[in-house]
């Protein structure tokens, strides 16, 4: 199978179950920020942030997938049948999980603090902000269009990123600028 299909060249694309669509629709354009967070999350596994954070960063970037899976089919005729395509409350509960786990390593918040750090945590903070404008474009798209799961996943999703940045600069011994 060739990777260049020359159907996309007249500026369309074909949802999952096969309806084209504008590269332009807004429902690509949501797709397209989810896939770009799940890129810079590849990019923050390359780096060096210790075991713990690596696991859960590839198991993010999984349910990524599976969210860009669902918004690429708002039909659900594919994504329902496929079980790794799922995004559920369960998911949503693994991040708060994460994120209640990952608070025990960084001193509460007393005000807000500049993005940047070390490699790992400015990384981090970059897909935080790109995370925000995936859901800010998911949202876009109207709430009887999307799971409320997504939208839900999304939004912890930012809060955890943020809190793996705090972390990854502590262990790095990089501290934090207040503002």
Same mark, same amino acid.
């Given at each position: 199978m060739k990777i260049y299909t020359r159907t996309g060249d007249s500026g369309e694309t074909a949802l999952l179950g096969g309806k084209r669509v504008s590269k332009a629709d807004a429902r690509v354009g949501a797709y397209g920020d989810v896939d770009e967070?799940?890129?810079?999350?590849? @990019?923050?596994?390359? $780096? =060096?942030?210790?075991?713990?954070?690596?696991?859960?960063?590839?198991?993010?970037?999984?349910? @990524?997938?599976?969210? $860009? =899976?669902r918004l690429a089919d708002p039909g659900g005729t594919v994504a329902n049948r496929v079980a790794k395509a799922a995004v559920t409350a369960e998911d949503v509960a693994r991040l708060e999980g994460w994120i209640d786990q990952l608070e025990t390593h960084v001193p509460a918040l007393r005000c807000f603090i500049l993005a940047g750090g070390s490699q790992a945590g400015a990384s981090l903070h970059v897909a935080r902000t790109v995370c925000r404008r995936a859901e800010r474009t998911v949202v876009a798209l109207g709430t009887a269009h999307v799971e409320p799961a997504i939208l839900t996943y999304l939004n912890r999703l930012s809060d955890l990123l943020f809190v793996m940045a705090r972390v990854a600069n502590r262990r790095d011994g990089v501290p934090e600028l207040e503002w």
């Open positions: 967070l799940n890129a810079w999350l590849g @990019l923050v596994r390359a $780096g =060096a942030v210790g075991s713990e954070l690596m696991s859960m960063l590839e198991r993010i970037q999984r349910d @990524l997938f599976a969210i $860009g =899976a």
